[in-house]
């Protein structure tokens, strides 16, 4: 479900905040907000995004995800 709240302007600079709301078998659930960046007003909600990890054969497959990666993590801390 999205709600639209707001009216998004020609110039306007907006922010795209998403928070995972669970970790499925083969399935990752997210919620969705954008706001204007100098404003803070919400323009829009999305309560559910669903996505789904497809095999070779479009067939559903574990991910192996259960919680937030953040690439500095996945690569290693930099050594300079």
């Known amino acids: ?3 639209r709240i707001a009216v998004m302007y020609d ?3 907006i922010e795209i905040g998403i928070d995972v709301i669970k970790f ?3 399935s990752i659930t ?4 954008a706001r204007n960046i100098m404003t ?3 323009i829009i909600t999305i309560d559910t995004i669903t996505m789904v990890n497809l095999d070779a054969n479009g ?3 574990p991910h192996n995800k259960t ?3 953040f690439i500095k993590n996945r690569l290693g801390e930099r050594q300079d």
């Open 59 to 61: 067939k559903p497959a």
């Open 11 to 13: 110039g306007d600079i």
């Open 40 to 42: 803070r007003e919400t």
């Open 67 to 69: 919680q937030i990666e």
């Open 30 to 33: 997210l919620k969705c907000e």
């Open 1 to 3: 479900v999205a709600d």
């Open 24 to 26: 499925g078998n083969s």
